[in-house]
């Protein structure tokens, strides 16, 4: 039986949205040293969220590779944020 790639899709932007503090006060988000940006950064993986919610919503089932790529690009941004102490 194949795994439920939508329900894994789901999943990952729980996850995510978990891990990252896409709430966070912008002055403190600009406020010390800058590795990358990660202002826009931010913004780049909520509106990446946003987007697959809403594909999922309208029922577009995703694939593996989708799957993947948003998972590699939310590391990075947790990656980033961590070496701006933001995380």
Same mark, same amino acid.
């Given at each position: $039986? &194949? =795994?439920?790639?939508?329900? @894994? $899709?789901?999943? %990952? /932007?729980?996850?995510? &949205?978990?891990? /990252?503090?896409?709430d966070m006060p912008? @002055?403190?988000i600009c406020?010390?040293? #800058? /590795?990358? #940006? =990660? &202002? &826009? %950064?931010l913004n780049y993986l909520e509106a990446e969220l946003e987007h697959w919610q809403s594909r999922l919503d309208g029922g577009h089932v995703p694939s593996f590779g989708d799957l993947s790529r948003l998972g590699r690009s939310s590391q990075k941004v947790y990656t980033a944020l961590q070496k701006n102490q933001l995380v």
């Open positions: $039986m &194949k =795994p439920d790639v939508s329900a @894994a $899709m789901r999943g %990952l /932007i729980q996850e995510v &949205k978990r891990a /990252i503090p896409f912008a @002055a403190r406020g010390g040293r #800058c /590795i990358g #940006c =990660p &202002k &826009k %950064l």
